[in-house]
């Protein structure tokens, strides 16, 4: 069974031009979807490729690269044809969920090694 690489790119990403770098790498038509927001103009769409090894996975991922892409994400065990837009948008938001995120400002204060004469109150 095929894995699959999925990709978020940015809305000025040139999707036409992601599909002829992919088709010109080797992969077929039947290999990769482009999913798009009809109702938005200048939304982010998403692609998915159906890799089937390392090398595949590397090359597609060159490709992402390349064209803009904002994040990738691999599904593995999962064909094209259960690579649903709707399948794909529930696991990329349970991914995400998961994600530990940095926490900003954050102060951590170093443990002291006993109480001095400013501390001691009578």
Do not use: W
């Amino acid at each position: 069974m095929s894995n699959i690489l999925a990709g978020l790119f940015e809305h000025h990403s040139d999707y036409k031009k992601l599909e002829i770098d992919l088709e010109n790498s080797g992969f077929e038509n039947s290999d990769y979807i482009v999913y798009l927001d009809n109702g938005q103009h200048n939304a982010q769409y998403l692609v998915s490729v159906a890799v089937k090894d390392n090398v595949q996975t590397d090359n597609a991922k060159n490709i992402f690269n390349q064209n803009s892409v904002l994040k990738t994400f691999l599904f593995e065990n999962m064909s094209i044809e259960q690579a649903h837009y709707d399948n794909l948008k529930r696991y990329i938001d349970a991914r995400c969920k998961a994600e530990i995120h940095d926490s900003p400002d954050v102060k951590i204060r170093n443990a002291n090694h006993g109480m001095d004469s400013a501390e001691v109150k009578f």
